[in-house]
C-alpha cells in the first residue's frame, strides 16, 4: 500500500527558508517521478514542483510552478525513500498547505504559513 507523509516547516518570515520533506513507502521509489501541490484558503491547488523517476536521464529531470521558478528546488534522496521541497525567499502568498503526490496518491498535507 502507498503512504506518502509529510513533514516539516510550518511557519517562516517573508525571505525566510523552509523545507519540507515526504517520506514514501510500499512502491519502488526510484521509479517514479514524485510531485509537490499546495492550496491556499479559498483556491485551488497548485502544481509547485516536480523531479521524474531516477531512471529518466535525459536533460533537466525537474520541472516548476511559474509562481515559485528560481526560489523552490525539488531534490529526492532514493536511498531514504524521500522527496523534498527547499523553500528559498518566501513570499505570504506561498501560504498554503503542502501535498506529496505520486500519480492519484496524495499526502495528507502540512500547512506552510509565511507571515511577519
Known amino acids: 500500500q502507498v503512504h506518502l507523509v509529510e513533514s516539516g516547516g510550518g511557519w517562516a518570515q517573508p525571505g525566510g527558508s523552509l523545507t519540507r520533506s515526504c517520506v514514501a513507502s510500499?512502491?519502488?521509489?526510484?521509479?517514479?517521478?514524485m510531485n509537490w501541490f499546495r492550496q491556499a484558503t479559498g483556491k485551488e491547488r497548485e502544481f509547485v514542483a516536480s523531479?521524474?523517476?531516477?531512471?529518466?536521464?535525459?536533460?533537466?529531470?525537474?520541472r516548476y510552478g511559474d509562481s515559485v521558478k528560481g526560489r523552490f528546488t525539488i531534490p529526492r534522496d532514493n536511498a531514504k525513500n524521500t522527496v523534498f521541497l527547499q523553500m528559498n525567499s518566501l513570499k505570504p502568498e506561498d501560504t498554503a498547505k503542502y501535498y506529496c503526490?505520486?500519480?492519484?496518491?496524495w499526502g495528507e498535507g502540512t500547512q506552510v504559513t509565511v507571515s511577519s
Open positions: 523531479i521524474a523517476s531516477s531512471e529518466d536521464t535525459f536533460g533537466d529531470n525537474t
Open positions: 510500499g512502491f519502488n521509489f526510484s521509479r517514479y517521478s
Open positions: 503526490n505520486r500519480t492519484v496518491y
